[in-house]
């Protein structure tokens, strides 16, 4: 109980812990109201809050500059004293991009410049990211209200702690990551230009997860500073991060097509490089129904379209499982893709098309003459039986009109095609059975007696899911 109290930041009055009138002024943005206060009371005016924040850190994080000039020029707070988390308030002032008080900041020789806070982090690191991830920072006047910070103001930050001899450019955090390193991911053009015109600062420096700079602005589709990046010789198009993926693969992730593009018109770009589950970018697209990517990779003559990853899905698994029906369509039309290729488990993508309902996927592969429409997976399941579990009845009824399907045939578990459909509320599915498809009674009612569980019912799933996201 007693660890569990000494983390609230609340007292038993239900007063913020350590919070004085000087913070509540500080954030509400009122200090330059309040003059005559300071003098009728005593604060400690460095006092720290639960998290350690002293109310100049308040001011500075809420963008409050004027009150950051009363706190510093009439009371004389202490300019540099770091929160619980190492976060000072230049740290503060660099983040929410403010040019005024950074100047003010850097003028005094009591305050660090380079001050990593607990992360490793420095003001410079922070300046390249700016309060938020678009092309405006959102942050605070000294009236309270909101207002666009664009990302040339944050520039202009991160060019006053450029021009000081005691910041270091270059300077990892504890992930790994530089300050070009976060310019990247969050489309600081500008910055990025100023860090790359320096002699040190490293532009191809990976971070602890192996992605660069360049990596990580096509994988946050930043695609003007990727252009910017690969100006340099000393940058690596192609250089895979620690589970293998390439810029390349990121870009097909996400559905960077623009990105994708670039990267495909070089000749220094493998497009059929894997990664560690053995997922080329083609594959990574069409498992993240990504369809305008495939299309444009599809596109290229040097792009396998067929390479199985480790649990055996290619390409057309992955399409036919996510309802890619374009994908499907240019992945057939290919003389080079087995349309029937088992993965580890022995679904075809036939198998996986018939489980999701995807009749018109169904209809292409039904149409191909090497697609054996009566494959059996690992349980002998067959995609009739796919079909029939969930009440699929179109499918079922195409399946049906081969004269290749065996509709008497139990798989592994006992029950037939049809007692499937019955046990899964699929009656429409098993009437068929009294069609014009002639099947015997014991084909359609056969093993009704038998116990279903729903282990027996489920739909199959693609393979474990795989970290692709850390």
Known sequence: MKEYEQWQPFDARGYPI?????HGGALLGIL??????FDLKKWDLNATEFHGRTALSWAVGKGNAG?????????GLHPDIADNRGRTPLSWAAFNCMEETMRFLLARNDVNPDTPDETGRTPLSWAAVGWGNDDFTVGRTNTGQDFMASGSECAMVAKLLLERSDVNPDRADKTGRTPLSWAASYGREEVVEMLL???DVSPDTPDERGRTPFSCSVRCGNVEVAETLLERDDVDPDASDDIGRTPLSWAAIRAHGRAVKILLQRNDVNPNAADRFGQTPLSLA????????????????????????????????????????????????????NADTPDEMGHTPLSWASSKRHEKIVEMLLERSDVN?????????????????????????????RNNVNTNQADASGPTPFPWAIGNAG?????LAEGPYSLSAGSALGGLCEPFTADLLEIPEPPTKRVRWH
């Open 197 to 199: 015109e320096r002699s």
């Open 67 to 75: 009150d950051v000039k009363v706190l510093l020029e009439q009371l």
């Open 286 to 337: 069409a498992e993240h129904r990504n369809p305008a990517v495939a299309e444009i990779l599809l596109e290229r003559k040097d792009v396998n379209p067929d390479v199985a990853d480790l649990s055996g899905w290619t390409p057309l698994s992955w399409a036919a499982f996510n309802c890619m029906e374009e994908a499907v369509r240019l992945l057939l039309a290919r003389n080079d893709v």
């Open 373 to 401: 429409p009566d494959a059996a997976d690992q349980k002998g399941r067959k995609p009739l039986a796919w079909a029939s579990s969930k009440g699929h009845e179109e499918i079922v009824r195409m399946l049906l009109e």
């Open 427 to 431: 009656m429409r599915v098993a009437r």
């Open 18 to 22: 350590g919070f004085t009138g000087l």
């Open 32 to 37: 330059e109201l309040m003059p005559s206060l």
